[in-house]
Each structure stands twice: as C-alpha cells, then as structure tokens.
C-alpha cells in the first residue's frame, strides 16, 4: 500500500511547497522508490485555465489535457515523471461534481454538508488512480488558517485516522524570518503556524523552516521545543542560489532520510546527485551571456512564463553558457522603439497568450527578427503573430489578421472547429471558455530535410498543445510560394503545427508549447537549437 505525504504551509504563501515536494519526491524516486506527486489548490475555479496569468501564473498542461497549477511543471522537471488529470484538483472542481450529483439525486435525498461529502470528495482524489506507487505526496495550496483550505486540512486529518499514522506523514513549511535590525532570527511565526495547524486536528511529523540564513541550533531546539517535533526533524531550507541546488540542500539537511526514518524503511539505491551538481556548477559560474528577448503581456509576472523561462536556462545549460532574459512589455512596445530595445539581443521569443492587447508590438518585433536575421521562436500564439506578419508585409495582405481579434480581418488565422484526437472527432467551441481547448499531446508530421526535422532527429513528434485558433489551412500554398514553410503537419494534413523561414539562418514558430517538456537534466531540442542559434548570432 502506498504511503502517503501531506506537504502544506504557514505564514505567508510562495515559500516553495512546490520545490520542496519536487525535491523530495526526486530524492525519494533515485533511491528506488516509485514516487506519485499531487496538488490540491483551494480557490473556487474549477482549474486554472480561465484565469489571468497575472492571478495564478502559468497555466500548465499535462499529457492528457489538464490544464493545472504551475506546481505540477516542478513537479515533472524535477522528477521526470508525467503528471496527470488526477493530479490536480480544485475546490471549484470538488463542489461542480458535487452539485451534479446532487442535481442528480445521488445522494438520495440527504443534506449535502462539508463533512461528510466534501472531504470524502477529498479523500477520493487523495487515494484515486494509484497503482503500485509507493509514496504519494500531497501539496495543499495556499496558508494554513485560510478560510478556503480549511476543507483539505480536515480531509488529510481523516485520511491519515483512516489510513493510520504508519501510512501517513505530514510536513509544514514555514516562514522563519531575519531581522535585520537586530540581527535575529525569528522562531515565533513558526511556532504560531504550527499551533494553528494544531488546533485544527494535525500535528506535523516534519518541520521544514525556510529561512536567509541558516538556523542557530538552539532555534532549532526552539522549534523543535514548541512545535513538539524531534530535533532531527526540523528541517532548514536556506534560500538557494538556484533552484536546482534544492535536491542537494534538502539531501544535505536529511530530508529523505527522515521521511524513510518515520516510514521504517530504507533506500534501496545510492542517490545521484552528480547531475544536479553539474548543473549547479554550470548555471553558476558560466562567464559568457546570451540576451533573449521576451515579449509577451504577462512579463511583469515572473510565474507568467515559469516552464518557458526554465526551458531556456535548459538551452543555455545545453550550450553551457548563461541566458539574460530581457522582458519586453508588448503593449508598450512601439514599431519606433523596436530597433532600441532590440539592438543588443541575439534571440527574440514571442510567448503564448490571448487577446488583441500587445498584438501590434509583438507583429513589430517579428517583422524586426525576420529583416534583421535574428533568431525567432514563436510558440502557439507567438508563431500565429509570426504567420500574419508575414501575410501582411511579404504577402502584402494588408487585413490580415486572427479572427479572434478582429472579425472584419482577412483571417489567416481562424476558430479550430474540429479537430481528430486518436481517431475521434472533437469539435471545438467559444462560449465555454473552460476546458474546450485542443488540449494536450497530439502528433505532428515533420517535412523532410526540414531545420525542424534536423533539430528533432525524428520524422514525428508529440508535443502539448493549448490553443482555440489555428493558422486557415487555405492559405498555404501563398506562404510556401514566398518562403514560409509548413514544416510540420498534424497526421490527417489539416492542421498546420511548425513553420520556418527558407532564407533565414533560425525563425521557428510552433503552434504547441514544448517548454512543458523540457527538463534540468534533460533539455527540449527546441530549445538547445534556439539558444545555439543565439549563441553564434
């Protein structure tokens, strides 16, 4: 039976839950262990992906069409694990399955309460779709003592009675502040968060503290005093140069060790930390720097374009030398400033978003990259942005447009209407927003002798898609004829996925997201090829 590892945090939000559960998770998979990682986010949508990335950040996709919280990408990256739906869940999600059966009578005629159907919900999302993993780790979302999360804590306090306590741990992360102005460290949030916690039925196995500095030993005790857990178990997490030295410090602190301690069991294999120590070194101490430009509404967010900015440190770990992101507001962007603000970059992205705002200046910079020969990569609506600024300065079509932007354009870019997902055929739709995406893994037919084919070494790929519009398939001959071409094809030739530049040395535009494939230790070919283009422009 698997064991389960419910990971929640106290004090203020965005300490890291996530990097600790992938962390872990990681840890606990290299010494043999087959590891399951989870999250549970309290808000009331029913995912993500109707939400402003300015909101929640990212919105990532899994292989099966879940469009989930950014966590689930740590997730992955760390672990080299595919996430699935049943990964992720919402309150939002909880109450719409609840209320449909209710409308449906299926809890023949008995009040429908928080206790008992909300948490049973709960706990069928902890305990669903597990096979023969063993160990699950939960990440609840949001701050202990929020209104929201108060369903999931009472919910992890049953399971754990259910289940017992040898087949469950919890563990609580933690703000333990520096003050400056009196050179101290701070113990009482923690000992106020775990209290809390307390007094809601759970008393954590593990304390994980993150702190700027490391933890005097008799804080430790401190903690370990008022808090009621061992000394060994009051884990310290100093802020890390880079996230990917997070395996190694929680190695260093004896994280895994304590996890297996609790469990009585003990690592089947030696873990490897040589490679996150490689990259580490590498992400660390390279001198010479590559500027790419981003260019995209949402790059006041960092979390905005989380998988993307990590998926082109990637590239640069693959080319062994350091990439400067330089974010660019797109609707701030005018055609006059394009040639100042874009003189000293040596690639040029253009991210996926929605909507017309910043749509002009993202078209500027394209048609900046394609004159000027600067390495271009467009993903999903960046690489539509890419086909309409060509219609229009190299076709000459002077309307062209997206319909999604403009109703009275000349649409080379349209409404999917339909598309074949293993041979069944799906129809799309506008009016809910939720969920009606092309979502998910789909294959894609590369052209021969290709510069998309040479980077992928494959006639075929399966990337994730996120995406209601398409480049109108109409169109293709006239763009091929001027030198864009369609270097990548859904199987039935319906959909257009990849195109490229005849004569110029790197422009690609992919209608998928493949930053949500690359890996730390294992970089997206896209991406490598991109910075390497980069790097001898």
Known sequence: MARFIFVTGGVV?????GL??????YLLKSQGYKVR???MDPYLNVDPGTMSPFQHGEVFVTDDGAETDLDLGHYERFTNISSK???NITTGKIYSDIIQKERKG???GKTVQVIPHVTDRIKEFIKGDITNEDFVICEIGGTVGDIESLPFVEAIRQFSNEVGKNKSLFIHLTLVPFLKSSDEIKTKPTQHSVKELRSLGIQPDIVICRSQKSIPLDQKKKISLFCNVSIENVIETVDVRTIYEAPISFYNEKLDKQVLKYFKLRARKKVNLLPWKKITKSVLSKKRTVNIAIIGKYVNLKDAYKSLDEALIHGGIRNNIKVNLVRIESDKLKPFQVKKLLKNVSGILIPGGFGKRGTEGKIS????????KIPFLGICFGMQMAVIEFARNVLKIKKAGSSELDKKCYPVIGLLNEWNKNGKLIKGTNIDL????RLG???AKLRHNSLIQKIYKSKSIFERHRHRYEVNNQFLNSFEKKGMLFSGMSPDNKLPEIIELKNHPWFIGVQFHPEFKSRPLNPHPLFSSFIKAAKFY
Do not use: F, P, Q
């Open 13 to 17: 939000s965005s300490l890291g839950k």
């Open 20 to 25: 600790s559960s992938a962390s872990l998770a």
């Open 37 to 39: 990682v989870r999250k």
């Open 85 to 87: 739906k049943s990964d």
């Open 106 to 108: 299926k809890y023949l």
């Open 365 to 372: 910079a394209i048609n900046y990259a394609r004159k000027h």
């Open 434 to 437: 939720g969920g009606t995406m």
């Open 441 to 443: 893994l789909y294959e």
